[in-house]
């Protein structure tokens, strides 16, 4: 017997019962493996924003780049 997939909410951190709710709204890749999914309720998934972290690293990289040429 398998175990049922639970999904959680990336806006509101509370998992989703209903499958029917569960909307894919990112896929992360691994460095070294196939990555995860991240999922949220469809009333939620117009709310995810992107990692904030990840928007800072690339601005400071397009910036040096942009500057360095």
């Known amino acids: 017997m398998t175990a049922a997939l639970r999904h959680v909410c990336r806006y509101c951190d509370e998992s989703i019962p209903d499958p029917d709710d ?14 995860w999914n991240i999922w949220a309720h469809r009333a939620h998934a117009h709310l995810v924003e992107p990692d904030p972290v990840a928007i800072r690293i690339m601005a400071r990289i397009l910036i040096t780049q942009a500057l360095w040429w």
């Open 22 to 35: 569960a909307v894919l709204v990112a896929q992360v890749g691994g460095n070294s493996g196939p990555g």
